[in-house]
């Protein structure tokens, strides 16, 4: 209990501290915004503050803080700290920075802003990465829902019937105006998205079940080693790649710089909170990560959320809870295809102001979408995961260098190099060691992942060298 209180005052602190120093590094000024200077009533359009808020919320709080919490407290509750010291040093910076970079370039993608940061064949690389990114996420974002809808209604609303629906709703919120369906809806949603977080907890603490308490031994109970897996497991809930493709949908939306903070650094610390309430439940309920283990490996990531949620909350509590859980992944999928028909539409200089043109880009990537569905979950999981952390990484280096040449002062460009050069020994050793990469041994991986880490972190050192150089040259 007192491991969980500690967390969750940890979180609150990083934000009024450290993401006080993240606004002082990146100075929001008064300059109009893209949604006050150009709105367009589809995709620029200028909204109030706790609705944007509420927004990025539920962007960017799909099934990661839940499943990925899940999966990531099977490790114990050394996860804490990685959701915690994770989203205060790493996540939040790379959500505010994504975001009012954005700001800047005219609610720009995440691709626009690493090609002018990182260059031309950066650019293209993430264009045709986000993309296909974006439409994993769509099709893990329909699954995971769907399945957890299959076990609440009749048994001929199955699994594809509810996909079928999730997809049709897609198509509309990715080709209506922003403030029609997201701007209408979300803030409903992220009520819920609340409560549920809440009841959970409540539920926890009213059933007598103990809350785990830090321990920095890996609990795992096939002995997979904490680096990289963990770090990779819980995406959403620490460090997320993904928020860097939402973060310019809600920038064209902010109607004045300095509200960025609550927005985008605000955002990822209240979805750190729902990984933590998830994360503590796995243990507590099971008994221990054995347990939970077990249970994720009979009933699957939406069979334990119903479990947990139904056997602590009753069934008008646990349907309550598993609205919130089905409302996160839907409210990411959507807009995780709504930023693929934005990005799409940034590359080929396509105006979204037609209907017709939305629609499209809208349908392939829809097509798409549905066919990935049929894969297993598990797969796709993984792939997105690790595509999720390279993406952090790659926008983590574009924030560092966007400061080097912007900041008052380029040594505040530390505050996203260091969490970058950490996702890119965790990015690199992944993929050396994953079933779905290149299955090499600790012996290999780690030793290897360090010096990819070392050798980005010395080539940002030459850059910002440079600056430096220039800097005392014009003194």
């Known amino acids: 209990m007192i491991t969980f209180l500690g967390a969750?005052?940890?979180?609150?602190?990083?934000?009024?501290?450290?993401?006080r120093l993240a606004e002082k590094v990146f100075g929001p000024d008064d300059r109009p915004t893209p949604a006050v200077?150009?709105?367009?009533?589809?995709?620029y359009v200028p909204m109030k503050t706790w609705r944007v808020f509420l927004i990025q919320l539920l962007n960017i709080a799909g099934t990661g803080p839940v499943f990925g919490a899940l999966m990531g407290a099977v490790f114990g509750p050394v996860v804490f700290l990685w959701i915690v010291f994770g989203s205060i040093l790493g996540g939040a910076i790379h959500d505010y920075m994504s975001g009012m970079i954005s700001v800047r370039m005219n609610g720009a993608s995440i691709s626009e802003i690493v090609g002018k940061y990182l260059g031309r064949t950066a650019r293209q690389v993430m264009r045709v990465f986000s993309v296909i990114l974006l439409v994993l996420v769509g099709a893990v974002f329909t699954t995971s829902p769907a399945a957890l809808l299959a076990r609440l209604t009749p048994e001929w609303m199955d699994t594809n019937f509810w996909v079928v629906v999730i997809l049709v709703y897609y198509l509309l919120a990715t080709l209506l105006p922003i403030d029609k369906v997201i701007g209408k809806l979300y803030p409903i949603f992220g009520v819920v998205l609340v409560l549920m977080a809440v009841g959970i907890i409540s539920g926890l603490l009213a059933g007598g079940y103990t809350l785990p308490e830090i321990s920095f031994v890996n609990q795992h109970p096939d002995g997979q080693?904490?680096?990289?897996?963990?770090?990779?497991?819980?995406?959403?809930?620490?460090?997320?790649g993904f928020h860097?493709?939402?973060s310019p949908m809600m920038a064209r939306c902010l109607k004045q710089e300095k509200d960025g903070r609550k927005v985008f650094y605000g955002a990822?610390?209240?979805?750190?909170?729902?990984?933590?309430?998830?994360?503590?439940?796995?243990?507590?309920?099971?008994?221990?990560?054995?347990?939970l283990q077990q249970a994720l490996d009979d009933l699957g990531q939406s069979g334990v959320v119903y479990d947990i949620s139904v056997s602590l909350l009753g069934i008008f509590g646990g349907a309550l809870a598993i609205i919130g859980v089905v409302v996160c992944p839907v409210s990411s999928g959507d807009t995780a295809f709504r930023s693929a028909r934005l990005t799409i539409a940034d590359w080929f200089h396509i105006d979204q102001a037609k209907l017709l043109k939305r629609l499209a880009i809208t349908l392939p990537l829809?097509?798409?979408?549905?066919?990935?569905?049929?894969?297993?979950?598990?797969?796709?999981?993984?792939?997105?995961?690790?595509?999720?952390?390279?993406?952090?990484?790659?926008?983590?280096?574009?924030?560092?260098?966007?400061?080097?040449?912007?900041?008052e002062k380029w040594w505040y460009s530390v505050i996203c190099a260091?969490?970058?050069?950490?996702?890119?020994?965790v990015s690199c050793t992944y993929i050396l060691m994953a079933e779905e990469g290149f299955r090499l041994s600790q012996s290999i991986a780690y030793p290897v992942?360090?010096?990819?880490?070392?050798?980005?972190?010395?080539?940002?050192?030459?850059?910002?060298?440079?600056k430096k150089n220039r800097q005392l040259r014009g003194q």
Request: proline share 3%; glycine share 10%; net charge negative.
């Open 37 to 43: 200077e150009h709105p367009d009533g589809v995709d």
């Open 244 to 246: 860097a493709t939402q």
């Open 366 to 407: 829809l097509v798409v979408g549905a066919l990935l569905t049929q894969l297993d979950f598990d797969v796709v999981w993984r792939y997105f995961s690790w595509s999720n952390q390279t993406l952090a990484m790659i926008t983590l280096w574009a924030a560092a260098m966007y400061l080097v040449r912007n900041a």
């Open 418 to 425: 260091v969490p970058a050069t950490f996702m890119s020994g």
């Open 225 to 240: 080693p904490v680096w990289p897996f963990m770090f990779v497991t819980v995406a959403c809930g620490a460090v997320s």
């Open 8 to 19: 969750i005052v940890l979180l609150i602190g990083g934000y009024w501290l450290y993401g």
């Open 268 to 291: 990822m610390i209240a979805e750190s909170v729902i990984a933590l309430v998830w994360a503590a439940a796995g243990v507590a309920f099971y008994g221990a990560t054995g347990g």
């Open 449 to 466: 992942g360090a010096v990819f880490a070392l050798a980005c972190a010395m080539l940002y050192a030459v850059k910002a060298g440079r």
